[in-house]
């Protein structure tokens, strides 16, 4: 059985090395194109990764998590403001609730 | 440094750093909705967020806690999805006093995020760390806070607000995602490859075998990497 602390004091400790280690140890800027073009990549991919298919099954039910997800994506291809898309995708979910 | 000067700076860090911790605090409490569904009890949610302050990283976590994942999964989880701040934390170390020492290197180290960084290097070279420590006195608590309320309303709020909350923190991820993609086809690519492979990895065939913070690390690793190779980044500056 795992402690939920340990959990917590693991990623916390790897979480900090990450943001402190250049802080500390770096003189100059990463030059290395690969290493910045796969930085420059990966929020996008873990972003995406984490949020489907876990957006359409977090509600409980898969079609009020698709519609949501629908209408995430639209609204946030229309305006990607961050407190209008999801204010409309939780709305979109909750009268999905009531209606089916 | 005058005394006066270090207090106007901090405050001035303070003052910046309010707008940002009133956005952590929404994109929080939806965490706390999410871990509140796994179970993570309130004190719990408020040290991680205390000691983490990121929102990819924590909800991965949760789901790893969730699962009964090894520490070791955690780590290697935590060191992929976080390893964006190990470029901004590179490019930061310009923007900084030279001089600065190492515990108060170390000290700005603490709370590096997107908005964090994006506010740091908009200031005039070498920024301040106390206007750093002002941005960090500002955004902590308030996400911390926020993490711990959403546990604590998640279970005071009727089931279909919590069921409805639950995707607050997914549609934000869209929404970081999705402007750049409409953007950038590269971006749209990467998000659809992503996004149709963490599918996959949920076919029963598949998960029974890899958990979700191991397939985390599976394809941010594999898939990044690709990118980099296929379509690497030239310009400078606003990449990070």
């Known amino acids: 059985m795992h402690n939920t602390y340990i959990y917590i004091l693991v990623m916390a400790v790897v979480t ?9 140890f770096f003189k100059n800027e990463i030059k290395s194109v690969f290493i910045k073009s796969f930085l420059h990549y990966v929020p996008y991919v873990t972003l995406s990764v984490m949020t489907f298919p876990a957006i359409i099954t977090a509600s409980g039910n898969s079609l009020w998590g698709i519609i949501g997800f629908s209408v995430a994506i639209i609204v946030s291809l229309i305006k990607g403001s961050l407190p209008l898309v999801a204010s ?13 | 440094m005058y005394v006066s000067e270090k207090r106007h700076l901090f405050q001035r860090g303070m003052k910046n750093g309010l707008p940002i911790g009133i956005g952590y605090f929404a994109v929080s409490f939806s965490l706390g909705i999410i871990m509140r569904n796994s179970g993570i009890s309130p004190l719990e949610g408020l ?12 909800a991965a976590a949760v789901s790893i806690i969730a699962s009964g994942g090894s520490y070791i999964e955690m780590a290697i989880n935590q060191a992929v999805i976080n390893i964006r701040y190990f470029l901004m934390s590179a490019a930061l170390t310009v923007h900084i006093s030279s001089n600065l020492s ?3 290197r170390a000290l700005i180290g603490f709370d590096i995020t997107d908005e964090i960084f994006a506010s740091l290097i908009s200031q005039k070279k070498p920024v301040s760390e106390y206007f750093a420590w002002g941005l960090a006195v500002s955004t ?19 089931v279909s607000i919590v069921n409805a909350l639950s995707v607050a923190l997914y549609a934000m991820f869209i929404a970081v995602v999705i402007p750049p993609a409409k953007k950038d086809w590269k971006i749209l690519a990467i998000v659809i490859v992503s996004m149709l492979s963490s ?12 958990s979700d913070g191991v397939k985390i690390i599976i394809l941010t690793l594999v898939i990044s990497a690709l990118a980099a190779v296929i379509w690497p980044v030239k310009e400078e500056g606003e990449d990070a």
């Open chain 1, 16 to 24: 900090y090395l990450v943001r402190v280690i250049p802080l500390i």
């Open chain 1, 88 to 100: 409309c995708c939780c709305l979109a979910v909750y009268i999905s609730s009531l209606i089916f």
């Open chain 2, 47 to 58: 040290l991680m967020s205390l000691l983490n302050n990121t929102s990819a990283g924590e």
């Open chain 2, 102 to 104: 190492i515990p108060r």
């Open chain 2, 140 to 158: 902590i608590p308030m996400w911390a806070a926020g993490t711990m309320l959403g546990i604590i309303f998640g279970d005071i709020l009727s």
């Open chain 2, 199 to 210: 599918f996959v990895f949920t076919l029963p065939f598949l998960s029974s075998h890899i």
